[in-house]
């Protein structure tokens, strides 16, 4: 007799057995979406040889870091040796104004340079006054005074003293009012508007109250050796400034020359003898090096938002799958710093190579600004090689030391400034008025920094004056506690700190074992670039366990 119950017990059992291959359906799908994103992971992180290998993708960001270096080196070469000139000319233009309006000036006296009595003044200044007028006749520079229309500019002597004042150090008394009165002289070039007075005997200064006497005058030169290189000549305007400063009062009247560089288009020119097509060639090299990093820009910008797109999908992925949340040192894994500081160096080339154009074309005159972007725009891309070079395991154990070992260096770093910042002020302060080279502050941090590099430690010593024996004594005492304490401690630690990151990254290696979650993860996946299987891994399940250990049949079968 048959069951009544069979029929519903076949059914319960068809429903179990739906049941259960549903369920595995559903493991195997999310199995697959494992895999899937663990692979999507190691490509990702893959370097340029092994995505070639991986899907035979063109390392297309290598190949142009390697011509952009070659590129922009030699643009710089080119630059430098431009700006070279430049300075050369400011620089000897300087050094012949010295001769030129300093009486009986030599180079080994810039520093001692003063006057002493008053007649000497009144006799500098017209020394100055004579040697401007004569300045056509005795320059062998291409110099002239400057024009102001159809007139020349004049010279300006102007002196400041106080508005009032009775000083009588003999009966130990003084009355000032503190107000800076300006008096000026101007004095003609040529024969407009009258003939100067090169003795000054209109011109009475008052050195009681003297603060300081300034000589204003503008001359103009133009820079020729720049024909020899096939560039067009700038024209420069020499602001000159020579200064008497008595505002100490102590009976030595310092005296110094200065110059303002302004650097123009000269308003007429012609060159015979040379052809200007270099010049043309040169800015249509420039043109061909910003393209090059603008499209080195556009593609580490796309590689640098991929990674921040994987770093949210991989968030995303980890809370769904295991209910965690992805640790900041896992998400800034996926930020690759190398391409922000090939972002940076790709702007600031840029923009350099343009200010390079326009000092070519004489719209623009700023070398210092397009030296300073060009330079560290270089130093960047050379640097950027370190990145290339880390794929190399024992180059890499430098750059991940280095990236381990930065936070501690910085904290260390942070305390180390506070002693350091504590002896700045106390040399400034005690040794300032007694050592050259304890004056300001920035010459103490200089001296500092020397000596802690054992640098003129010598001479840092035998130097300090002994006109009071209470700041030599304590001199020496600042002096060998200072070298004792950085030389032998705080720099003892600081490579003990980079020692240790060394050691432990190298323990790791050996030992193999992952330094993140994100990297133990990854490293699940055994599929080697040239598998076949990130090419497939788009369309098809051929490779449904390539990321897990399988057996060699299905190994020799895939060829994973």
Not at 110 to 135: D, G, K, N, W
Not at 326 to 351: A, C, P, Q
Not at 464 to 480: G, P
Request: proline fraction near 3%.
């Amino acid at each position: 007799m048959d069951d009544p119950d069979a029929p519903y017990l076949a059914f319960n059992d068809l429903n179990s057995n739906g049941g259960l291959l549903w369920s595995d359906a559903l493991a195997r799908q999310a199995q697959r979406e494992v895999e899937s994103f663990r692979r999507k992971l190691k490509y990702f992180f893959m370097n340029p040889c092994e995505k070639y290998r991986a899907r035979g993708r063109k390392p297309w960001k290598l190949m142009l870091q390697i011509i952009k270096i070659a590129v922009i080196t030699i643009q710089l070469v080119s630059f430098g040796l431009s700006n070279q000139m430049v300075v050369t000319f400011k620089e000897e233009n300087l050094m012949a104004f010295k001769h030129l309006f300093l009486k009986d000036y030599t180079d080994h006296s810039p520093s001692t340079y003063a006057v002493y009595t008053q007649a000497e003044v009144y006799t500098h200044l017209s020394y100055i006054v004579e040697q401007f007028l004569r300045l056509r006749n005795i320059t062998v520079g291409n110099h002239a005074h400057d024009k102001d229309g159809r007139f020349f500019t004049p010279l300006l002597i102007c002196q400041q003293f106080y508005h009032n004042g009775s000083i009588s150090p003999s009966n130990e008394t003084f009355e000032i009012d503190a107000q800076v009165e300006e008096e000026c002289l101007e004095i003609y070039p040529g024969q407009l508007p009258s003939p100067p007075d090169p003795d000054l005997s209109n011109f009475t200064l008052q050195f009681k109250r003297l603060l300081e006497v300034n000589v204003y005058f503008t001359l103009k030169a133009i820079n020729l050796q720049t024909v020899q290189h096939h560039e067009l000549p700038d024209c420069y305007d020499f602001n000159i400034t020579i200064r008497f400063n008595n505002r100490a009062h102590s009976g030595r009247i310092r005296v110094d020359l200065d110059n303002d560089v302004d650097i123009n288009e000269c308003k007429d020119w012609k060159v015979t003898g040379a052809s200007p097509k270099k010049i043309y060639y040169t800015v249509l090299f420039d043109v061909v090096i910003i393209l090059t990093c603008l499209a080195s820009l556009v593609l580490c910008t796309r590689s640098v938002s991929t990674g921040v797109q994987l770093q949210f999908e991989y968030a995303i992925f980890f809370a769904r799958h295991y209910g965690k949340r992805v640790s900041w040192s896992d998400r800034l894994e996926f930020i690759n710093g190398w391409y922000i500081l090939i972002i940076i160096s790709d702007t600031l080339t840029i923009t350099g190579s343009v200010l390079k154009i326009a000092i070519q074309l004489k719209a623009l005159t700023s070398y210092d600004v397009c030296s300073i972007l060009l330079g560290t725009g270089t130093m960047l891309v050379w640097i950027g090689v370190l990145r290339y070079m880390g794929y190399f395991k024992k180059y890499n154990i430098l750059i991940i030391t280095l990236r381990a070992a930065f936070p501690n260096v910085i904290r260390f770093c942070c305390c180390a400034a506070m002693i350091y910042l504590g002896y700045c002020f106390c040399g400034w302060i005690v040794l300032g008025p007694y050592h050259e080279k304890f004056r300001t502050l920035n010459t103490v941090s200089e001296c500092l920094f020397s000596l802690i590099n054992g640098d003129d430690m010598f001479a840092t010593f035998k130097n300090m004056q002994q006109k009071s024996y209470l700041v030599w004594l304590f001199s020496r005492v600042y002096l060998y506690t200072f070298v004792s304490l950085f030389i032998y401690m705080v720099l003892s630690l600081f490579i003990t700190l980079i020692t240790d990151t060394y050691e432990t990254i190298k323990q790791q290696q050996s030992d193999g074992e992952p330094v993140s979650e994100l990297q133990a993860f990854i490293s699940e996946c055994k599929d080697h670039p040239n598998s076949g299987c990130y090419r497939v891994d788009d369309r098809s399940s051929a490779c449904l366990f390539c990321c897990v250990q399988r057996p060699n049949d299905l190994h020799e079968r895939l060829d994973c």
